[in-house]
């Protein structure tokens, strides 16, 4: 069980935070896959990546490397992915940015609601 509307969100936001990095000849990778006993979903894009030192930070309410956002995207989107029981992982180079969740085939939505900050 699943709440597929978290999990719309959830990679509405990955994209848009793609689109808005990544230059117009760039493109946006979605990858998803089944192994084991998980789900795999990968979100990558050809941007110039994010800085080491800032991507420690990134899923850190009102932590923001773009001037267009407000911090609170992603803390939703890792959120979203631990209420189902998931990891979010992101690495990034001068080549671009990656997301990777991995989510349990079994999973289960936790009761208790979303909040980004906590």
Wanted: charged share 25%; with cysteine; aromatic share 4%.
């Amino acid at each position: 069980m699943a709440d597929h509307e978290l999990l719309h969100r959830m990679l509405l936001n990955l994209v848009l935070n793609a689109l808005r990095e990544t230059p117009t000849d760039g493109m946006i990778s979605l990858k998803g896959h089944a192994a084991g006993s998980g789900v795999f979903i990968e979100v990558e894009d050809t941007g110039p990546g994010i800085q080491e030192e800032r991507l420690a930070r990134i899923f850190d309410p009102m932590f923001s490397t773009s001037r267009e956002g407000c911090g609170l995207g992603l803390p939703i989107v890792k959120r979203i992915v631990e209420s189902h029981n998931g990891t979010i992982t992101a690495s990034s180079s001068r080549r671009g940015t990656r997301f990777l969740i991995s989510l349990p085939q079994d999973m289960e939505v936790l009761s208790e609601p979303i909040a980004c900050c906590r």
